[in-house]
């Protein structure tokens, strides 16, 4: 089973740029999903945007715009690049993978508790 380690996680102020990587143990193979979540104080865990099928989907309004993801296959990576970042983007980021068969997939719209979840990383954005 893969699994997932994120780092990048720091304290900046607003308006800065920051890059998330999440590294996974072995080659994510297709047609496993990938998606980066956030997990802000007093609301769930929501999903930020996803890679299926190789389609980006943004998730969050908030973000659109501002954050973006790429997949490298052959360095095992998922990178978040967060733009313009406001204070609302504080949260604790989460790589997560769903490798179930593809017709099971629902781009992270319906969550399973099959998913692979990394630890997650720190972000504080200050005003």
């Known amino acids: 089973q893969v699994h997932l380690v994120e780092s990048g996680g720091l304290s900046v102020q607003a308006g800065a740029f920051l890059k998330l990587s999440c590294v996974a143990s072995?080659?994510?193979?297709?047609?496993?999903?990938l998606a980066w979540y956030l997990h802000a104080p007093v609301i769930t865990r929501d999903v930020v945007l996803s890679i299926s099928n190789y389609k980006i989907t943004t998730h969050a309004e908030s973000v659109q715009g501002r954050f973006t993801v790429s997949r490298d296959n052959d360095k095992h990576t998922f990178d978040l690049q967060m733009s313009l970042l406001q204070t609302e983007d504080t949260a604790v980021y989460y790589c997560?993978?769903?490798?179930?068969?593809?017709?099971?997939?629902?781009?992270?719209?319906?969550?399973?508790?099959?998913?692979?979840w990394g630890q997650g990383t720190q972000v504080t954005v200050s005003s």
């Open positions: 997560t993978a769903d490798c179930r068969p593809l017709v099971l997939q629902t781009n992270f719209i319906v969550p399973s508790k099959s998913y692979v």
């Open positions: 072995i080659e994510v193979p297709y047609p496993c999903a």
